[in-house]
């Protein structure tokens, strides 16, 4: 380790290590190996890659992180002169990506961390990610391992509050070696990776029984759930510890100890997120209003030019904006890569600009413009 790393790794071990509980299991993997090797994982957590790599030793891999992160000054500070990480444009095929990847395994001698998914879950469960991702593995001929991660959901749920001393396992072993995968067909390559980060925390502790305690469980949840599954409202939902709480029903569900929900004919976020995605073709025909911060994105510099407060309307296949400063009718058919950042935080492209939007409700705006693309 450089005295850099020695640094970042005496700063992120306590501080990771005071929030969560961590079992690291090795299969067939060598946390101290130094050779370049390609390192995937499910991507259940905004956490996931920081603390993955204090469980590394010696070399351990680049990550692959979102550029928007870098928006910050102190997080850019942490990402490019403390990390040597990749800059992504997530949700978007990005040739400087790639190319950076190539630089840090062939030029650098380092592995990368990659997330094949590009986004931490939403709801406690994988998703898809694409095809172009195992071209790139098979053209690198190096080993790929998996740090198969089950608990994190849980322990740090994307739109909540970490629990503390959350339990979370990581699972380290390879998938292919780098011979393997020259001879390997891409089919058979994307299968095998898609298989090897499915999870589902839910299911996952129904059978383990791992205690996530706190008080504030359910804090932040109506940022993604927008349904009442008893009136079958929208934008109805509030939280308060660990109850959920809908203006025309009063109190419907409860986080468990387990991180289950009580109270409703499902016990888990997956299947509730499915349940609302039924309604979007009603929810099309409404009018949705929130608010949020615009800003207009410097993609050059990755920098945050703020426009100012605004209300958001979703109406007629059109997304408004209205504030003090600004008013802008941007056409749902026209935006491209929307995508959610963080916690609560819209982006996409319009015309030739790049526009950032932290909001109040972000999934129901991301679903909605989704769904009148044809995204559902």
Same mark, same amino acid.
């Given at each position: ?6 640094? +970042?790794?005496?700063?992120? !071990? ?26 995937? /994982? ?11 790599? $204090? ?10 992180? %979102? ?6 000054? =102190?997080?850019?500070?942490? +990402? ?33 961390? +990659? ?8 709801? /406690? ?28 959901? +849980?322990?740090?749920? *994307? !739109? ?28 058979? @390559? ?8 499915? =999870?589902?925390? =839910?299911?996952?502790? *129904? ?39 809908? @203006?025309?029903?009063?109190? @419907?569900?409860?986080? %468990? ?14 299947? !509730? ?14 009018? $949705? ?21 605004? %209300? $958001? ?9 209205? /504030? ?49 693309? /044809?995204?559902?």
């Amino acid at each position: 380790m450089t005295l850099k790393e020695r640094f +970042l790794y005496a700063v992120l !071990w306590p501080f990771y290590h005071s929030k969560f509980r961590f079992a690291i299991n090795c299969i067939d993997f060598d946390r101290e190996r130094l050779d370049p090797y390609i390192l995937i /994982g499910n991507h259940a957590s905004l956490h996931d890659a920081l603390y993955t790599l $204090i469980h590394l030793k010696n070399k351990y891999p680049y990550p692959v992180m %979102n550029n928007f992160l870098i928006t910050k000054k =102190f997080m850019e500070l942490i +990402l490019t002169k403390l990390i040597h990480a990749v800059s992504k444009r997530k949700g978007q095929s990005d040739v400087s990506a790639v190319k950076g990847m190539m630089h840090v395994i062939k030029d650098l001698k380092r592995g990368i961390l +990659l997330y094949p998914e590009g986004n931490a879950s939403y709801f /406690g469960k994988e998703s898809d990610f694409p095809y172009s991702t195992v071209k790139f593995f098979k053209k690198m001929e190096i080993d790929i391992v998996i740090c198969k991660a089950n608990g994190a959901y +849980l322990a740090a749920p *994307r !739109w909540g509050i970490p629990v503390k001393k959350g339990f979370i396992e990581l699972n380290f072993y390879t998938i292919y070696k780098g011979e393997e995968l020259a001879l390997a067909n891409l089919d058979d @390559i994307y299968t095998k990776i898609k298989k090897a980060i499915e =999870f589902n925390d =839910f299911d996952w502790n *129904r059978v383990q029984k791992h205690k996530y305690d706190n008080k504030t469980k359910a804090l932040g949840l109506e940022k993604y759930i927008y349904i009442c599954p008893h009136c079958n409202k929208h934008q109805c939902l509030s939280t308060k510890k660990n109850g959920v709480y809908c @203006i025309h029903c009063g109190k @419907i569900a409860e986080f %468990n100890q387990y991180g289950l929900l009580e109270g409703l004919p499902f016990d888990n976020l997956v299947d !509730w997120d499915e349940y609302q995605k039924h309604f979007l073709d009603q929810i099309a025909r409404t009018t $949705i209003k929130t608010i949020g911060k615009l800003n207009l994105v410097n993609t050059k510099k990755l920098r945050l030019h703020k426009l100012g407060n605004v %209300n $958001i309307i979703l109406d007629n296949n059109c997304l408004h904006l209205e /504030g003090r400063r600004v008013n802008y009718d941007f056409e749902v058919e026209k935006i491209t890569g929307l995508i959610l950042t963080k916690k609560q935080d819209l982006s996409f492209e319009y015309e030739d600009n790049t526009y950032y939007l932290p909001t109040k409700d972000p999934m129901i705006i991301l679903d909605t413009i989704n769904y009148l693309k /044809g995204g559902y």
